[in-house]
């Protein structure tokens, strides 16, 4: 589903549905799978450090690809989204300890939930956008934010709330081992979800709002409708992984939610690529070791002779923000279009090797 | 009813608000002449605040000479900013432009934790009197001070507009920026000028803040704050900006007097804004004074 402009030239689609297909040769398709299939040992050989990066990655991950197709295909600006992903995890929580739900019906219950309020508050996108609905989003992060701190039948108040494990015929999967399948499950089938959404009149409907409004509302397209649709989707993502944090760590408490994990969501769906599945991945990957990267860099630096600063290691949590900030306005400045537009370049450079033009 | 606590609230509002006006006009000035949401205009009262705060009590110089310093420092930063940054951004989707300024918003807010640490810290006595009272009410001298140099940014704001040089080449640039470079004005130095002047203006409003609060991370709340204030008085009216800011100030004191006194919500202070916010969004989202987006095919 690349771009016309990023595929290379010979390649060319005599039929809608090779220019439909997920996979665009045998071997991407093969490999996916031999990916996915590999995924699955990995609790045997990797240690506890990788498994809880890798359930990071997945429930960040899923969330950030219901920002990307908000942001990424749909054109509109949200700067609510960590609040909506912690709406997704009281949610889950307050649904499972209040009527006693299963956790695993509780956590798409949860993400419907969250697609109600965020279209709630998408609302005025139907009637705004640009720079105006980023501000709405703005207020509407702090009004949700604020709820998190007051309603205390929900979220527990200041006290936070427990979650607990998700359990599956008397098995509970409270450890990390057990978890990660749960989190590869639900990574894998949101993005497949998400693919094949994208390949749907819904899909190409989302394209045509955000390439050219006018031209889509012309052809038919109704603009309030996919506008609100994307708005809910994207939210429902965000609850579905915000319902994952919660039953993974066992414990929401209300302060995480902030502006700050609203920009970094976004700043995953921009490091990646906007309007590219496989992209947002690379995003969240990116945006996890990043910080991961920084603390073993000074980790190495605090044991040299000439690196021991203290300013840098006791300074390390701040060095982080600064370097996410940093990373956004590098990105934006250099590489507009994301990693998965590098790694389109880098592939076609290969192919043609060593006659690149 | 407490009237006179009420009335207390609504001076204190009426000056945070002109604070808030002054903030919501540099916004405004970037948005007018760059067509830039500034997400990081919190972050000039910060650094401007830290700046003066730094030069006062490491280097100990008198307070209007440290003030002046850090004037003429952030100057020569907002233009930087706008060179080395936003001018690579000129062209690009909205949603670029506004998370690069998010962006510095992130990165300067951690610079400054990192440099100045998060606890607050006040500035050495300026006046010898803390405050004095008007008709019965008590008044903060600094407060005094910061409503005087509210008015004199607006005044001069007014005359640097309609009488001088670099005054009229912006709002040339703010009406057309085609017409505006073909009758020989530089867009570039008006860009790099209205940011400059916006960053040199918040930073005065940030230390006269910070002279009543002490200087501490929350002054970048600010730049949030003002959002609700822009936005009630229209995007793109310096007017509007000024209006709005006085009436979110007056508000929110008001919000947070009927909350104590009845309600008992809690922090309505903070959060009154912003259900205002989207009611205008909802309602009249060019706000009192903007000017509506018409598109032409």
Known sequence: MSSLAMRPCGDFRTSYKQDNTIFETKTIRWFT??????????????????????????????????????????????????????????????????????????????????????????MPAARIKGLYLA???????????????????????????MANP?????????TDESFYYIALFALVFMYIWGCNLMRSRDGRAFVAVRDHYLSAEIMGVKLNKYRLLSFGISSFYAGI????????????????????????????VIIGGLGSIKGTLMGVVFMVLLPEALEGGVGIMKDTSWGNIPMVVDGLAYIKEMAIGLVIILFLIFEPEGLAHRWQQIKNYWKFYPFSY | MNFELLLQLIINGLIVGLL???????????????????FAQGEFLLVGAWVCWALLIYLELPFFVGFLLSLAFMAVFGVMLQMIVLRPMIGEPIISVIMVTIGLSIFFQSLVKWIFGVSPQ??????????????GLNIELAYLMSTVIALIIMIGFYFFFKHSKHGLAMRATAFDQQVAQSLGISVKQVFAMSWGIAATVSATAGVVIGMVNGVSNSLSAIGIKVFPAVILGGLDSIVGAIVGGITIGILENVAEFFDSQYLHIGNMYDIAPFYVLLIILWFKPYGFFGTRDIERI
Not at chain 1, 87 to 115: D, E, H, K, Q, R
Not at chain 1, 166 to 173: I, K, N, R, S
Not at chain 2, 122 to 132: K, M
């Open chain 1, 166 to 174: 998700v359990e599956l015929f008397g098995f509970a999967f409270d």
């Open chain 1, 33 to 122: 799978a031999l990916v996915i299939g590999l995924a699955c040992f990995a609790p045997f050989i990797l240690d506890a450090y990788y498994l809880t990066l890798f359930i990071q990655i997945s429930y960040l991950g899923i969330a950030a690809l219901g920002l990307n197709i908000l942001v990424g295909f749909t054109g509109q600006i949200s700067l609510g989204h960590g609040a909506f992903f912690g709406f997704g995890a009281f949610a889950s929580a307050w649904l499972n300890t209040s009527f006693n739900i299963p956790v695993f019906i509780c956590i798409p219950m949860a993400g419907f939930l969250t697609m109600a309020v965020g279209m709630m508050f998408g």
């Open chain 2, 20 to 38: 808030y006006g002054v903030v919501g006009m540099c916004f405004v000035l970037v948005y007018k002449s760059t067509q830039i949401v500034n």
């Open chain 2, 122 to 135: 006040s500035y050495p006595q300026v006046f010898d009197t803390q405050s004095i009272s008007i008709f």
């Open chain 1, 241 to 268: 992984g915000g319902a994952m944090y919660a039953h993974y760590l066992g414990y929401v408490s209300a302060e995480g939610f902030t502006i700050f994990m609203s920009v970094q969501f976004l700043a995953m």
């Open chain 1, 135 to 161: 501000i709405a989003t703005l207020a509407a992060q702090f009004i949700i934010e604020d709820f998190f701190g007051r309603a205390e039948w929900f979220s527990g108040g200041s006290a936070g709330s």
